[in-house]
């Protein structure tokens, strides 16, 4: 008798007991595409999730190669992500970067797997990314709090020169599409911006500078919300703020970023539920409005000025290093959330989180953002006890070692009972680890 017994798993019952919302408990196969801090931290979670069967990523990296399975693919070429989401019998596809979202990953999907649960806007929606300008005349039409703008091409460059002649500076000069996070100048000169602005639309940029905006200068703090949306209802995750400049004290050029903290002290419920009501809401519905098909995260690049929030940038997926202290701050689960989302029930869904402060520093090559080597083994990391080390710019080396492949190497995020404290835990890890020619920032989260 005993043998023909179903037995439930203990954790199948205990989700069922504490599920808000009825899901399928089929176990999902996953791939995400991407190969950086952020993905590794998504890999982690993801993992943890008891509706998580098998995971993959593309192409990954030496982090993600110990948890999931790596497949080194273009990801940019859709028949390849195709045929690897046919060959792994792929559930789920999570989008990392901008760059597919952009090009139309999921409108490709949408017409050749449209059973594919894919995690990420169409490539309208990915628009408020993909072109500054888009987004300063979506914010226009649905009157969301941003710089005011003037669009420049080299037919209008004339109008560029006399917003620069009339307004007083800094200005505000940025690129319209995907420009890496280098496409945003900021000049006091006149003189000096009329020049950059000729020679961005003269294509400092590529093609991505054909187009620029010239914005407002805005004179606030800065720090990052983040939403998962299914395009009706939203969920809120923890607020963070990321550092992306190089030099300690936000000196020097940009880079991805050199660190993050979640939560930010300075952004408390009163300005939430601005942000919410003034921002969030109204892009949302602003998305609705123009028929654009919006699942995935919208990344808000928000600025406070005199107590109120304006819109920097958008972007169509997680930041990173945001998404190193976010995930590790989420108590939710993120499947449940992406089943969620495809079934237009993401308002059953409480969101919750520690309420501890994470921070991450993350370790760069010498050299980043300019020119610096790549292949210097990695040693350490399996002493850190202290801290989440996430792997960016790592590959496996031929011995079995793990060697530095990019500017941003690792993301060591650690939990405290304030900043300081989880910052001083990162950089008592960082300590154990060692490879030539690394350089993080010590003052992660000083300005709070
Ligand atoms: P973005 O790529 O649009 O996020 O811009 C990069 C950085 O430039 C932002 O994180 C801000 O620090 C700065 N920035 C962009 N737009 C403005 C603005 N209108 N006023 C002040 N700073 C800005
Ligand atoms: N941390 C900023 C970004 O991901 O673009």
Redesign the pocket.
Same mark, same amino acid.
Not at 215 to 218: A, I, N, R
């Given at each position: 008798m005993i043998e023909s017994k179903i037995i439930i798993p203990i954790w199948i019952v205990f989700n069922r007991l504490t599920l808000p919302y009825n899901y399928s408990y089929t176990l999902m196969n996953v791939l995400i595409l991407g190969g950086g801090g952020r993905e590794h931290a998504f890999a982690i979670k993801i993992q943890e999730s008891t509706l998580c069967n098998n995971l993959h990523v593309a192409p990954g990296n030496a982090g993600t190669a110990q948890i999931a399975k790596n497949h080194s693919i273009d990801i940019l070429d859709f028949e390849a992500v195709k045929a690897l989401v046919n060959s792994e019998s792929i559930d789920i596809l999570l989008v990392g970067p901008e760059a597919p979202l952009v090009e139309g990953i999921c409108d490709y999907f949408k017409s050749e797997l449209p059973e594919l649960l894919v995690i990420g806007p169409s490539k309208a929606g990915a628009q408020l990314e993909g072109s500054k300008a888009y987004a300063k005349e979506f914010m226009a039409e649905f009157d969301i709090p941003t710089?005011a703008y003037v669009e420049i091409n080299i037919n209008n460059i004339e109008d560029g020169y006399r917003y620069i002649e009339e307004n007083a500076g800094p200005y505000?000069l940025?690129a319209d599409g995907l420009a890496a996070?280098k496409?945003?100048l $900021?000049i006091s000169d006149g003189q000096e911006a009329k020049d950059s602005l000729k020679k961005m639309l003269n294509g400092q940029f590529g093609a991505a500078s054909k187009k620029v905006v010239i914005?407002?200068?805005?004179d606030g703090v800065?720090f990052s919300v983040f939403v998962l949306t299914d395009g009706q209802y939203y969920s809120l995750l923890p607020i963070a703020k990321d550092y992306?400049r190089i030099g300690e004290g936000d000196k020097g050029p940009?880079t991805g970023g050199m660190g993050a903290v979640s939560p930010v002290p300075f952004v408390d419920d009163e300005l939430i539920s601005e942000v919410k009501k003034k921002i969030i809401i109204p892009t949302i519905s602003g998305l609705q409005k123009r028929n654009i098909n919006y699942q995935g995260f919208i990344f808000f690049?928000l600025?406070k000025v005199n107590d109120e929030p304006y819109v $920097?940038?958008y972007n169509c997926r997680m930041g990173d290093p945001e998404t190193e202290v976010v995930l590790p701050r989420l108590q939710s689960d993120l499947i449940e959330l992406f089943e969620a989302l495809r079934d237009q029930k993401l308002y059953e869904i409480s969101i919750s989180k520690k309420e501890e402060f994470a921070t991450t520093v993350v370790m760069v090559s010498g050299g980043y953002p300019g020119s610096y080597n790549k292949g210097y083994p990695i040693t350490g990391i399996e002493q850190v006890t202290e801290s989440m080390v996430y792997q960016a710019g790592t590959i496996k080396s031929d011995d079995g070692g793990i060697i530095t492949n990019g500017g941003r190497v690792l993301a060591v995020t650690s939990f405290g009972k304030d900043i300081q404290e989880s910052v001083n835990k990162s950089l008592y890890s960082i300590d154990r680890i060692d490879f030539e020619q690394k350089n993080y920032r010590k003052d992660i989260g000083f300005d709070l």
């Open positions: 710089a505000v940025k996070g496409g945003v $900021i914005e407002e200068f805005l800065e992306k940009n690049g600025i $920097i940038e």
